[in-house]
């Protein structure tokens, strides 16, 4: 599951790329109903999640979510930042998937997740990654969430989500450009709350992919 993403040491800088800020505002002039993805209550937890907070219990409670608010007000410097951000790790990519990296079908492991610290890791690791560098330029937690979707190819993939007053923006390792999540052409399934990154919300799909969910989940339905 999820495609191929390398995360290789990089310095955050910022400047635009040529893509202006007018791009990013086009999000005022959509409706509410089509800038934001709806969500439909609680629902199962990637398995590579499962598995990362096992290793990471610090960044999986709801006391690790930024009082910042839910919603970011997308001005120049916060547009900038997001297309730094997912340029500057996509440059820094070279895919491996994880059982080449870390043979894990082997160890009865159907997905990892992780920081790819060690200069390589797909799609998962680089969407984290790009989580925690929005969060160490000031970008509330409580806005960004790991989202789990189906690609073009119906394949589990990975992608980051950022809620701003222009409506939810796609942060994803196939493209440097971010765009409205209705524009990605993706099938929506799950995304981290924003009270809790430990707790997963279901999109509103008619999502009739019963036995791909089933493999992107390791545990029971959570509780509202």
């Given at each position: 599951?999820?495609?191929?993403?390398?995360?290789?040491?990089?310095?955050?800088?910022?400047?635009?790329?040529?893509?202006?800020?007018?791009?990013?505002?086009?999000?005022?002039?959509?409706?509410?109903?089509?800038?934001?993805?709806?969500?439909?209550?609680?629902?199962?937890?990637?398995?590579?999640?499962?598995?990362?907070?096992?290793?990471?219990?610090?960044?999986?409670?709801?006391?690790?979510?930024?009082?910042?608010?839910?919603?970011?007000?997308?001005?120049?410097?916060?547009?900038?930042?997001?297309?730094?951000?997912?340029?500057?790790?996509?440059?820094?990519?070279?895919?491996?998937?994880?059982?080449?990296?870390?043979?894990?079908?082997?160890?009865?492991?159907?997905?990892?997740?992780?920081?790819?610290?060690?200069?390589?890791?797909?799609?998962?690791?680089?969407?984290?990654?790009?989580?925690?560098?929005?969060?160490?330029?000031?970008?509330?937690?409580?806005?960004?969430?790991?989202?789990?979707?189906?690609?073009?190819?119906?394949?589990?993939?990975?992608?980051?989500?950022?809620?701003?007053?222009?409506?939810?923006?796609?942060?994803?390792?196939?493209?440097?450009?971010v765009v409205l999540w209705r524009e990605t052409g993706y099938t929506f399934l799950k995304r981290q709350s924003s009270e809790d990154?430990?707790?997963?919300?279901?999109?509103?799909?008619?999502?009739?992919?019963?036995?791909?969910?089933?493999?992107?989940?390791?545990?029971?339905?959570?509780?509202?």
């Amino acid at each position: 599951m999820f495609r191929s993403c390398r995360f290789v040491a990089f310095v955050l800088i910022f400047g635009a790329f040529g893509v202006g800020f007018a791009e990013a505002r086009q999000g005022s002039k959509e409706t509410a109903q089509s800038a934001f993805a709806s969500t439909a209550g609680a629902t199962s937890i990637p398995i590579g999640w499962h598995l990362f907070c096992q290793e990471h219990q610090a960044e999986c409670h709801a006391a690790n979510a930024s009082s910042g608010g839910d919603t970011v007000s997308l001005d120049e410097d916060k547009w900038k930042a997001l297309l730094n951000v997912n340029r500057l790790v996509n440059q820094n990519i070279a895919g491996v998937t994880d059982d080449e990296h870390y043979h894990i079908y082997a160890k009865g492991i159907a997905n990892w997740w992780t920081y790819p610290d060690d200069g390589m890791g797909n799609c998962n690791d680089y969407a984290i990654l790009k989580k925690r560098l929005l969060v160490e330029a000031g970008w509330s937690s409580s806005a960004l969430f790991l989202t789990v979707v189906l690609d073009h190819q119906n394949e589990g993939h990975l992608v980051l989500m950022a809620r701003t007053d222009r409506g939810d923006l796609i942060l994803d390792n196939l493209t440097d450009r971010v765009v409205l999540w209705r524009e990605t052409g993706y099938t929506f399934l799950k995304r981290q709350s924003s009270e809790d990154p430990d707790v997963w919300v279901a999109f509103t799909n008619d999502v009739k992919n019963a036995d791909k969910i089933a493999t992107l989940s390791a545990a029971p339905a959570q509780q509202p």
